[in-house]
């Protein structure tokens, strides 16, 4: 699936990811994997755009459910250079360098990272019900629940509460 706005890499492993190609701000385009939607692109490139710092929700985009992140989930869209084209990329702040991959195809909802507003919900998100309550478990005093799973033991809690900010 080769034509002027896409671009397929073969990685090594003999697999493949096709890109969907939008115009570029400097020499090359910018790539977003083929499946993503044009919504999820359009938030992430007015984010870019205006230095908005994100909270990204990953988790299945057919049914909506959250993956319940917690690491590489707040920072700013940035681009990585590839040798064919710009590649989005979450940056942790305005003076870092570099940072992880965003998986874009598997976004389901961005907002402002400040608890603001919302720049994308995927039609079918589902907000998990994430709760703390007092632990079972010895040794700690706390436990935060999602949609009535244990997820997490805390020694206190304040961190179970630091943690269902985090995730919410």
Not at 46 to 72: F, Q
Not at 75 to 91: C, E, R, T
Not at 134 to 145: A, L
Request: charged share 20%; glycine share 8%; proline share 2%.
């Amino acid at each position: 699936m080769q034509n002027k706005n896409t671009l397929t890499i073969k990685h090594a492993n003999g697999g493949e990811t096709t890109y969907q190609l939008i115009e570029g701000s400097k020499d090359m385009p910018i790539a977003y994997h083929y499946s993503t939607d044009s919504e999820v692109i359009n938030a992430l490139e007015r984010a870019r755009k205006n230095r908005t710092r994100v909270r990204i929700y990953l988790g299945n985009t057919a049914t909506g459910e959250a993956w319940n992140e917690e690491h590489d989930i707040f920072g700013y869209i940035g681009l990585s250079k590839g040798s064919q084209a710009y590649y989005p990329i979450l940056v942790y702040n305005t003076n870092s360098f570099g940072g992880g991959s965003l998986l874009d195809h598997c976004i389901i909802k961005i907002k402002e990272s400040n608890g603001g507003k919302i720049l994308y919900q995927n039609k079918n998100f589902i907000q998990p019900l994430i709760e703390v309550r007092e632990s079972t478990t010895e040794g700690y005093t706390h436990s935060v629940y999602i949609d009535n799973q244990i997820y997490s033991n805390h020694k206190t809690e304040k961190q179970a509460i630091t943690l269902q900010k985090r995730l919410s």
